[in-house]
């Protein structure tokens, strides 16, 4: 029996959710894809980064050294989902100043850098300082930010460190 106009109807209409659903996971991977070089690239560009802060880099820190951070202090008053953030911060920085003094810098990074990345490594610097006492500077990176970022970034209460486009191409 030939289909009818409505049975084409509806195989058509399943055809495009199935094919919409397919461009939402490509979109999703791509956008993992793209998250991940962009952290990368962070990540090996520290030194750079602290650089251009006005400091000296000395180590990045990684997840169990934050663990450690958070292990001798009451940290009650934070979420479960804080506190694992903080945990996985991007990428958490010991420095010195230009007279040696001791500081960190937490960054957080992303293709297009929006209010959550600015709100984590805002959040990160604080927790650093009260755990560690010492200061701690918010940055956030990555190929563009936000408009809604522009105050935050030009009053410099979080400091902005832009990958080239060019960067994520590959070698």
């Given amino acids: 029996m030939p289909m009818t106009i409505a049975d ?44 251009e802060m006005g400091f000296v880099w000395e180590k990045s820190l990684v997840r169990a050294d934050l663990r450690r951070l958070t292990e001798q202090h009451d940290v009650s008053d934070l979420t479960r989902n804080d506190l694992r953030s903080f945990h996985r911060a991007d990428l958490v920085m010991q420095v010195a100043d230009g007279e040696g003094n001791p500081h960190y810098i937490a960054v957080e990074a992303s293709f297009t850098v929006n209010g959550r990345d600015s709100q984590r490594a805002l959040r990160n610097a604080e927790l650093i300082t009260r755990f560690t006492g010492l200061p701690a500077v918010a940055a956030v990176a990555g190929v563009r930010y936000d408009r809604n970022l522009k105050e935050s970034v030009e009053s410099e209460q979080l400091y902005w460190y832009e990958i080239p486009s060019d960067d994520l191409e590959a070698e």
């Fill in 8 to 51: 084409t109807s509806t195989r058509i209409a399943e055809i495009s959710a199935q094919m919409d659903a397919k461009q939402i996971r490509m979109q999703e991977d791509l956008t993992w894809i793209i998250g991940r070089r962009v952290y990368d690239i962070v990540c090996n560009e520290a030194d750079l980064i602290a650089r």
